[in-house]
């Protein structure tokens, strides 16, 4: 699994109860509301495919009824194409909709086999070619083709399906190496407690992990736990969400509504999303669709508003600049690697296993700037520590090499860790990827700066990078989790370019 052993291991120190917030009742279906902007995504996914199909449509039109046998004839029929951006953008816009109402963008296989995907899918499309058909009737437009209407329907028709095919056998391929998979824990150890556990562990495909289950004070333990994990109960939710990195809690009983309403007012504090089988509280799930997870009706009692469009944001700046900087500074890289390797015999990159997002566990690279041996005699340099906490820093370190000595000066080493952003594993901007035996030691708040992407650098390299103390270094990073926007990030890294040039690096 994904999730690290080091963090799934650790006890967890005794914690308050989450504190009240307002809570919201009512439900409004807003048109452009969270649940919407969740799924932007997959929308504009969608919208691009289409895009493709209709630049087919439009070369198959030129060769087939237009007569263009030669390629250059090809963009010349393009451009007089009879249909114009209105109708097109009709088409998008309703197939959207359609889709939308069909359940296409919820989260992968809401209870659905590949087969309804697909259905659902082509259905969409002949509903919206249909109502583009409709549109052009309604205006009495005798120049748009009717030909160029069909083949749009059903190039579009066939291009999502195979979109749609091949994210899904992605998402499958992550799911079955426990990747972007949503961790979930269960209330309730009746039947269909157990029941839908059982379903989520045995089909990864589902996109789940469950963590265990969560107990109420009138819980009867089951006489055969068959490997149940019971994490504790509602009184120790906030440790079992920092501690797990829960995103979903599944009611599987019914509970009593004063119980249910404080499990939705820490869910609010806490960011959980909460869904509970489908029946057991209609009054606190009003006009809530029913979504399945396996073969388990459920309702939204509480959704989470993700920043999604801000965190995709975040991703294309990423990927965008690093890019660029890779281009920039590969020559730099190859001079850094020679520089090595002449030095001295060993590696010229130094690979550890840190602990990024949620625990997960990879591989980060820097450029090699110790001894060979240098984690094995680290442990005789424990009494030069100039850091408190569980931080190591040893200011004139023996281990360095004269070449490292340079590097760590200007952080040319960490040029390699653009390799992680582009992987996905790291971004530019956040708090630095620790290593297992410093997770060990963490408490349970400073399990909060591991709830977002690592990062080469953040605010405590610009703002206190020489400061000795750990709970300013857990303070800085916990700010930015809190904090994080997308002009943060591009204040640090403005500031992180002249902390480089001015060589303060140690």
Request: proline share 3%.
């Given at each position: 699994m994904a999730t690290s052993e080091y963090i799934s291991g650790k006890g967890v120190p005794e914690g308050s109860q989450a504190?009240?917030?307002?809570?919201?009742?009512?439900?409004?279906?807003?048109?452009?509301?969270?649940?919407?902007?969740?799924?932007?995504?997959?929308?504009?996914?969608?919208?691009?495919?289409?895009?493709?199909?209709?630049?087919?449509?439009?070369?198959?039109?030129?060769?087939?009824?237009?007569?263009?046998?030669?390629?250059?004839?090809?963009?010349?029929?393009?451009?007089?194409?009879?249909?114009?951006?209105?109708?097109?953008?009709?088409?998008?816009?309703?197939?959207?909709?359609?889709?939308?109402?069909?359940?296409?963008?919820?989260?992968?296989?809401?209870?659905?086999?590949?087969?309804?995907?697909?259905?659902?899918?082509?259905?969409?499309?002949?509903?919206?070619?249909?109502?583009?058909?409709?549109?052009?009737?309604?205006?009495?437009?005798?120049?748009?083709?009717?030909?160029?209407?069909?083949?749009?329907?059903?190039?579009?028709?066939?291009?999502?399906?195979?979109?749609?095919?091949?994210?899904?056998?992605?998402?499958?391929?992550?799911?079955?190496?426990?990747?972007?998979?949503?961790?979930?824990?269960?209330?309730?150890?009746?039947?269909?407690?157990?029941?839908?556990?059982?379903?989520?562990?045995?089909?990864?495909?589902?996109?789940?992990?469950?963590?265990?289950?969560?107990?109420?004070?009138?819980?009867?333990?089951?006489?055969?736990?068959?490997?149940?994990?019971?994490?504790?109960?509602?009184?120790?939710?906030?440790?079992?969400?920092?501690?797990?990195?829960?995103?979903?809690?599944?009611?599987?009983?019914?509970?009593?509504?004063?119980?249910?309403i404080r499990l939705l007012k820490a869910a609010r504090e806490l960011g959980l999303d909460v869904r509970s089988v489908s029946g057991y509280y209609n009054d606190l799930a009003v006009n809530a669709t029913v979504e399945y997870l396996g073969a388990f009706p459920l309702v939204s009692l509480h959704r989470n508003a993700r920043r999604t469009i801000s965190i995709a944001v975040k991703r294309a700046a990423d990927f965008a600049i690093t890019l660029l900087a890779l281009v920039a500074v590969s020559p730099i890289m190859a001079i850094i690697a020679i520089a090595i390797r002449l030095e001295g015999k060993g590696p010229i990159f130094y690979i550890s296993e840190r602990i990024g997002r949620r625990g997960q566990v990879f591989r980060c690279f820097k450029f090699r700037t110790m001894v060979v041996n240098a984690d094995q005699i680290r442990n005789k340099l424990d009494l030069l520590n100039e850091r408190d906490g569980v931080l190591f820093k040893v200011k004139n370190d023996p281990r360095v090499t004269r070449v490292g000595h340079i590097l760590r000066k200007y952080s040319l080493d960490e040029l390699p860790q653009l390799f992680n952003v582009l992987r996905g594993e790291m971004s530019l901007v956040g708090p630095r990827p620790p290593i297992a035996s410093e997770v060990e030691k963490y408490e349970l708040e400073h399990l909060r700066r591991l709830e977002v992407l690592p990062g080469i650098t953040g605010l405590w390299q610009v703002h206190a990078r020489q400061d000795a103390s750990f709970e300013t270094y857990i303070a800085l990073d916990t700010a930015y989790v809190e904090n994080w926007s997308f002009w943060l990030d591009m204040k640090i890294l403005f500031r992180t370019a002249d902390a480089v040039l001015r060589g303060t690096g140690v």
């Open positions: 504190s009240s917030l307002p809570l919201q009742m009512g439900r409004s279906r807003r048109l452009f509301g969270a649940a919407v902007l969740t799924h932007l995504p997959m929308v504009f996914n969608d919208a691009i495919t289409i895009v493709f199909a209709f630049g087919a449509a439009l070369v198959l039109r030129a060769i087939f009824m237009e007569k263009a046998v030669r390629f250059s004839d090809i963009p010349h029929r393009l451009g007089i194409a009879p249909i114009s951006a209105i109708y097109f953008s009709w088409f998008v816009l309703v197939y959207v909709l359609i889709a939308r109402r069909y359940g296409l963008y919820g989260h992968l296989l809401k209870g659905a086999s590949f087969g309804h995907e697909m259905r659902m899918t082509c259905q969409a499309c002949l509903n919206a070619g249909m109502l583009l058909c409709g549109a052009v009737y309604m205006m009495h437009d005798l120049i748009i083709s009717r030909t160029l209407v069909l083949m749009l329907t059903f190039s579009a028709m066939v291009a999502l399906c195979i979109r749609r095919s091949a994210w899904r056998m992605r998402r499958y391929r992550l799911y079955e190496r426990g990747i972007s998979t949503r961790r979930a824990v269960i209330l309730g150890t009746n039947h269909v407690g157990r029941s839908l556990g059982r379903q989520i562990m045995s089909e990864p495909r589902l996109g789940y992990t469950l963590r265990g289950y969560i107990l109420t004070p009138d819980t009867v333990l089951p006489a055969e736990h068959h490997g149940i994990e019971f994490l504790g109960g509602l009184d120790d939710l906030r440790n079992i969400v920092r501690k797990h990195f829960i995103d979903e809690i599944i009611v599987a009983e019914t509970y009593t509504t004063d119980e249910i």
